[in-house]
């Protein structure tokens, strides 16, 4: 009797350590899968966090001297990395503004900032008289995404060369097309090619064929444009000496767009 009492309870004994061990391998088999799942998490809040911080993050506003950016407008192929524009009044600008400078007063600037949004990644350098009204529109490119935007020496601390014709976009351009007298500097063989219905072809280079397209009215509206908006600003600065005071050059050349010359029509 004892023999089978003593039996009986070794089967027990190996039964209870068979069972402790198949508890501790359920046990060690889940943790890894908690551990895991742990750490995917943490990665998910890390990567959440660093996103967010990086969405925040604005770019800074640099300052420029105005030899530099004299030096840019002056030079035909590195003015065209950068826009340039005024914030100062419409007033103020047509008195005289930095070559190739659109005019986009302060007062409204924030409304006409979509205007440029294919200039958010790019280099774009903002002035005033100062220095303070373009640093405030500089701050406002910088909290709408723009990543390069310098605020320039006003007019009033460097002695700029300023010109009194204006500067305009490409679909300003087409937009009022029909409406003006479009001065097309280009070649004469791109002229041919296509041009607006209200365009006149004119070579700046000889200023006889500008004087014999100019109305006798010097108050209308003139356009012009070309390849690269260089020999059109010539036509322009030579048009507005003449006198002329409603004088728009386009900036956007058909280098840089593609015009809809039927834009022109009546």
């Given amino acids: 009797m004892k023999k089978n009492l003593f039996g009986l309870g070794v089967v027990l004994f190996a039964l209870s350590l068979s069972a402790c ?32 911080a990086a969405a ?16 840019i407008v002056s030079d ?36 006409e900032v979509s205007k440029i949004k294919d200039w958010k990644d790019k280099d774009v350098v903002l002035y005033c008289n100062s220095g303070k009204m373009s640093g405030e529109a500089a701050d406002i490119l910088v909290n709408d995404g723009f990543t390069k935007v310098y605020n320039a020496e006003g007019v009033k601390k460097h002695s700029y060369e300023l010109t009194t014709y204006g500067n305009i976009r490409g679909d300003e ?8 007298l479009v001065v097309d500097a280009r070649e004469a063989k791109d002229f041919e090619k296509g041009h607006f219905a209200t365009a006149v072809n004119v070579n700046p280079e000889d200023t006889k064929t500008i004087d014999a397209i100019l109305p006798d009215d010097k108050n209308t509206l003139i356009l012009t444009h070309c390849y690269s908006g260089n020999r059109s600003a010539k036509a322009a ?5 003449k006198g002329y005071t409603n004088v728009w050059n386009c900036l956007d050349g058909t280098k840089e ?7 022109g029509d009546k």
């Fill in 21 to 52: 061990g198949q508890g501790s391998k359920t046990e060690t088999a889940k943790k890894p899968e908690t551990t895991v799942a742990g750490s995917e998490a943490a990665g998910e809040s890390k990567a959440a966090g660093e996103t967010t």
């Fill in 56 to 71: 925040t993050e604005k770019a800074e506003v640099k300052e420029m001297k105005g030899d530099a950016l004299a030096k």
């Fill in 76 to 111: 035909k192929d590195e003015k065209e990395k950068y826009l340039v524009i005024d914030v100062r009044s419409a007033e103020d600008y047509a008195k005289g503004h930095i070559k190739f400078a659109l005019n986009m007063p302060l007062d409204t600037f924030k409304d």
């Fill in 173 to 180: 351009l087409m937009e009022k097309a029909k409406d003006a």
């Fill in 237 to 241: 600065e030579y048009i507005a000496s």
């Fill in 257 to 263: 767009i593609r015009y809809d010359f039927s834009k």
